[in-house]
């Protein structure tokens, strides 16, 4: 059977963590062999009972049955603490690798892939990788070793106990497979949907403003309903099957497995071929395969589900890639670079650039896009809304490749996954992680801050006007995505966040439109004096926010339309000044 790259990314770890795989597993061997081993004492006891004198031989086997109890519980409980040391450690390893390989898709892969779904298949993969080792360590070796102890045994007796146990547990096992087939589907199905719930949970609930916002807690709930019905229905076709499985294998094992052995044994020691040891020897096996067969049966079932689960998720995220091999053959990938800034001597250079969305790649946004910033310059972006502005600066910042053309820093080619070290953003809608302020504003450094450095770059956003006064200060949490927050404040820590970065070069996407008007000059100062050994983009709407560039380029339907100062375009008379027009009379 070939292996997808699911699970050979766990035997990948796996064979990493060898040494304590073999501590475990070492354990639980010890434990299950004197667990095995009962049965055949038990067996030879009754040999013993009957009629026989031979006390001292009963104490010995007493003596012996008592310590291979207590061996069997000192062994399982010294593998059950090591396994959380070793295999939840693996687990959390697993978790880490998986984590940070799901950050190593491109930005497009996060806008078509619903991000609560993402953030459930992450956290789900390690929960059933961890899963699966408990059922493995604690059902699947302690049967596989328990059978093999019994069949030793049974050839040693009767081999044609051992020769009927072989071929029912063949048997048993083509029987399993055939009806987990249809387990196995289900289960996919449902590793899809609950994904898909948990994600829409996610969902609901990160956007609790817009629920509040419009009273909508009934809309929410009429959809969670819908798609609960949809879960339940695969989720109960799912467990009835999985019902009918074990209904099927108990039948199976009492029929086919207990009958013939009970009645040949029987037959045996009635013609006075076997014990009475080994008659009780033999019961005492059937006796205990049946209680192992059904963790084995539960062992398959279970694996089917984990392993459908798993996979599921795990396609979702990387298709067939082992992320474990790549992780580890490539050591560098773990660094982050993109927090470390980039400086330039000379020119910024965007040449023949023309951009289309990868999902509709006949179709281009940005098109024969041709701009050269010289260190230093400061140049303003305007234009209508969807004209492209938005998507240059994505272009810019690295978060989509450019479909055509070039973007160069002082003449040499500029690597998309290296252009965000460039520069500082400061965006127009700024969404806050759910911590500090403090680390917000530090979020873009690599490096340690002082508070003296984070203070200073607080004070020149303005953000320490409002900051100073919470209770908590710095450490105030911010609430999801910045809730707790008003816009203008986020917007305040943004700039502050920006100023720490300090890289040579600095993009304003309308960084100050969320602000009112007093605030707006403040930062508007602050920002023009950081302007002063700084190479800027600014995206303008208003266009009074970019008096003080040396240009203005006018971007129209994807295409630069016109380049020059404010004064030079307004004598033109084209798309600035109709722009300038309308803006003066309240229309934009």
């Not at 013993?48 to 104490?59: A, E, I, M, P």
């Not at 013939?260 to 019961?283: D, E, R």
């Not at 773990?334 to 965007?350: A, I, R, W």
Request: net charge negative; glycine share 6%.
């Amino acid at each position: 059977m070939k292996l997808g790259a699911d699970k050979k990314s766990l035997i990948s770890l796996i064979k990493r963590n060898k040494f304590s795989t073999f501590v475990c597993y070492g354990a639980v061997t010890l434990a299950v062999i004197c667990s095995a081993l009962l049965p055949v004492i038990v067996g030879q006891l009754f040999g013993v009972l009957d009629g026989s004198t031979q006390s001292r031989k009963l104490v010995v086997l007493l003596i012996l049955l008592f310590s291979l109890s207590l061996l069997h519980s000192i062994f399982i409980h010294s593998g059950a603490r090591l396994h959380p040391k070793y295999f939840l450690k693996m687990a959390f390893e697993y978790k880490k690798i998986t984590f940070e390989k799901a950050w190593e898709y491109d930005y497009g892969d996060f806008v078509e892939k619903p991000s609560g779904k993402v953030a459930s298949c992450v956290n789900q993969l390690y929960i059933y990788f961890y899963q699966a080792l408990e059922n493995i360590y604690f059902q699947l070796f302690y049967v596989v070793i328990t059978m093999t102890v019994f069949l030793f045994t049974l050839t040693f007796l009767i081999w044609q106990n051992a020769v009927y146990f072989i071929v029912f547990t063949i048997a048993a096992y083509w029987l399993q497979q055939t009806l987990l087939k249809r387990i196995t589907k289900n289960n996919e199905k449902l590793a899809d949907r609950t994904a898909m719930t948990q994600g829409k949970v996610f969902d609901s609930f990160s956007n609790f403003v817009n629920v509040f916002s419009f009273n909508q807690r009934s809309k929410e709930t009429a959809k969670m309903d819908e798609i609960n019905s949809s879960l339940f229905s695969i989720h109960k076709e799912t467990e009835t099957v999985i019902r009918d499985y074990y209904g099927i294998a108990s039948i199976f094992l009492r029929t086919v497995l207990w009958g013939p052995i009970l009645w040949f044994n029987y037959v045996q020691y009635s013609n006075g071929n076997i014990s009475a040891a080994t008659f009780g020897t033999t019961i005492a096996i059937l006796a205990n395969y049946s209680e192992i067969y059904f963790p084995l049966t539960e062992f398959v079932a279970d694996y089917s589900r984990l392993s459908s689960s798993f996979k599921q998720n795990y396609t979702y995220l990387f298709g067939d890639r082992n992320v474990v091999e790549e992780y580890y053959a490539e050591p560098d990938s773990k660094t982050d670079g993109g927090l470390t800034p980039v400086t330039f001597e000379s020119h910024l250079e965007l040449k023949n650039l023309n951009f289309a969305y990868p999902d509709r790649p006949d179709e281009f946004v940005l098109k024969n896009i041709n701009i050269t910033l010289h260190k230093n310059e400061k140049i303003g972006i305007v234009g209508k809304s969807g004209g492209g502005k938005s998507t240059l600066v994505k272009l810019l910042l690295g978060f989509y490749s450019q479909t055509n053309g070039e973007i160069l820093l002082d003449g040499k080619p500029m690597p998309t996954d290296e252009l965000s070290n460039l520069f500082s953003y400061i965006p127009q809608d700024t969404s806050l992680f759910q911590d500090t302020i403090e680390y917000n504003i530090a979020y873009g450094t690599k490096t340690d801050i002082t508070d003296e450095m984070l203070l200073e770059a607080s004070v020149k956003a303005h953000a320490d006007d409002f900051v100073s006064e919470l209770s908590d200060s710095y450490q105030t949490l911010v609430g999801e995505r910045g809730i707790k927050l008003s816009m203008g404040q986020r917007q305040r820590i943004a700039i502050a966040r920006a100023m720490l970065k300090n890289t040579d070069f600095l993009i304003l996407d309308e960084a100050t439109s969320a602000l009112d008007s007093h605030t707006e000059k403040k930062i508007q100062d602050a920002i023009e004096n950081l302007w002063e050994e700084k190479t800027v983009i600014a995206i303008a709407h208003r266009l009074s926010t970019i008096n003080n560039v040396d240009k203005i380029l006018v971007v129209d339907n994807g295409e630069i339309v016109e380049v020059g100062s404010k004064e030079e375009l307004l004598a033109k008379n084209g798309a600035f000044k109709e722009l300038w027009d309308q803006q003066k009379k309240g229309m934009i």
